[in-house]
């Protein structure tokens, strides 16, 4: 008998599907969360991609740095 009186509680009343005008809205929601973190997940490859590429650009900068002096040194020391 409670659990008849609990259903006709007006605004208040358990609905354990939800209505329709909240399965909407979250469904909204999430859609804008997903679109959201879609754009933040396309920052982030674009920055990852950038970091990747300036940190071959250093690396090959450094080898060159480093194979200089010594093939300058190998050639003087060979001849």
Not at 27 to 48: I, N, Q, R, W, Y
């Amino acid at each position: 008998m409670r659990r008849a009186q609990n259903v006709n509680m007006g605004q208040y009343a358990y609905d354990p599907y939800g209505s329709n005008s909240d399965t909407q809205r979250l469904a909204e929601e999430s859609e804008e969360m997903t679109a959201h973190l879609k754009d933040k997940v396309k920052a982030l490859k674009s920055l990852t991609i950038d970091i990747g590429t300036e940190v071959r650009s250093q690396n090959k900068m450094l080898n060159n740095m480093v194979k200089g002096p010594q093939r300058k040194y190998s050639e003087v020391c060979h001849q």
